[in-house]
Nanobody, 120 residues
């Protein structure tokens, strides 16, 4: 069982940066792959990035690679999403997810989400 709580969202101007955090509880955290997804108003939830349990493998949405970086700290039971050069189209609720494999839309464990708003 894994419980996830996101934080770090907020309002930022275009070109700015934010770092999202997702704190996890549960003894199995270090053995789960983690991912970030986002959902903009009126749109479907979409994949942002994922990281393997050992941090040895990361995967990014093609359009976001280079601006977003996912990382994790298995001692602190936390996964991060560093977002740079933010654009208004990055405005969305950002969710973290955990799964035994690469997280997908049907992953078992989800956080409640954190709002990111990028103003132009």
């Amino acid at each position: 069982q894994v419980q996830l709580v996101e934080s770090g969202g907020g309002l930022v101007q275009a070109g700015g940066s934010l770092r999202l955090s997702c704190a996890a509880s549960g003894r199995a955290f270090s053995r789960h792959h983690l991912g970030w997804f986002r959902q903009a108003p009126g749109k479907e939830r979409e994949f942002v990035a994922s990281i393997s349990w050992s941090s040895g493998y990361t995967l990014y949405a093609v359009a976001l690679k280079g601006r977003f970086t996912i990382s994790r700290d298995n001692v602190k039971n936390t996964v991060y999403l560093q977002m740079n050069s933010l654009k208004p189209e990055d405005t969305a609720v950002y969710y973290c997810a955990a799964d035994a494999g690469i997280p997908t839309m049907t992953s078992k464990y989800w956080g409640q989400g954190t709002q990111v708003t990028v103003s132009s």
